[in-house]
């Protein structure tokens, strides 16, 4: 009975906040064209993205990082009987448009030229590493350092990294994020500098020591943890959770798409081929199955649980489950604890009992 109260005021709350949190505030823009000059916009960009060898191999679209040299400006310390520190390390993004028609538009934003992560590093040697990847509008440190067991994790035995997105937190003005965007392209691109940011931190961890470097994601974050799977062989482990499997999707739920049933699905597809090239179902995972658990949400009304189980589906991977919503994540201690013991299983993490997360 509580369970069942507990889940239907989530599945309300992520109603009534997540209709204003997603739909962005340049929504006139993205309605501005009718059905058929839609289909004819989200066909040019179907032709600069959907190319074969982007699929075959990867790198063709999203290029190896090079070393990152980063900035590294001291937080706090961490106390206690596993002492620490919490750093912030920033670094200039490599990063390069591939469609040229936007590149004046997507490098003018001098702030989302610098990645920007928070670290909460052990004394001593390097430990095992988890990159976590936060949602759409997040990002903020204090925030995040909220939303994630941060200390739970820590206290298992992990280094942990807050990164941030393209367009978010301190990589933006005040504002709606500007990725992902009502232009695919930009969408597009963003998924790429993201892909090259993450990478670049993870292999920082790899040069400093770490044995094992894997990611967590939620929401839009769960999105890029997947799409991240299919790109890069190198990640130890990685959890989407909550995620986003279709930005299509997400554009239809919340109203961006015009017209009647058959227009609005025509555009619909159109959203999906536009998008296929960061796709985290376009292609499959480079990683073992084993080190992948796809966490879902029963009351979830922002990404439904379908995303979840599509994507679990798609990379042959274990679905967990809790029974909250997408914002309060009523029984998400059950993942956290299925998380802790995958990583026991494959030997990130030394068998322990797994504290409430």
Known sequence: ???????????????????VMLTRGDRLDATALGHADRLVALEQVRSIYDRPEHYTDPSTFFPEPGPIEPRVSRVRSIGGSDPGSVV?????????????????????????????????LHAGRARPT???????????FALEERLWPVQWLYERGLDV?????????????????????????????????????????????????AEAVGMMGMSLGGYTTGLM????????????????????????????????????????????????????????????????????????????????????????APLETFHGGHLLQFGRGDAFRAIGRML????????RTAMAA
């Open 229 to 316: 799977t299919t790109i890069d062989d190198s990640l130890d482990f990685a959890v989407p959770m909550i995620p986003c499997a279709s930005i299509a999707d997400v554009a239809l739920m919340v109203g961006l798409l015009v017209g009647t049933p058959e227009e609005q699905a025509l555009q619909h597809a159109g959203l999906e081929a536009a998008h296929r090239v960061v796709s985290p179902l376009a292609r499959p995972t480079r990683m073992s199955t084993d080190r992948i658990l796809v966490i879902g949400a029963h009351a979830d009304r922002i990404t439904p649980i379908d995303h979840a189980t599509r994507m679990a589906e798609h990379f042959g």
């Open 161 to 209: 990294a807050l990164a941030v997105l393209p367009f978010h937190a301190v990589r933006a003005r005040r504002g709606p994020p500007l990725f992902p965007s009502s232009d695919p392209r930009i969408t597009n691109e963003g998924f790429r500098q993201t892909s090259l940011d993450l990478r670049g931190l993870a292999r920082f961890f790899r040069d400093r020591g």
């Open 344 to 351: 026991e299983r494959i030997g990130i993490l030394t068998p």
């Open 130 to 140: 988890a990159i976590l990847v936060h949602g759409y509008r997040c990002g903020i």
């Open 88 to 120: 912030d390390l920033t670094w200039p993004s490599q990063f390069e448009p591939f469609c040229p028609e936007v590149r004046d538009i997507y490098l003018g934003h001098e702030l989302n030229g610098t990645a920007a992560a928070r670290l909460f």
């Open 1 to 19: 009975m509580i369970r069942r109260i507990l889940s239907t005021a989530a599945a309300r709350f992520d109603a009534t906040i997540g209709s």
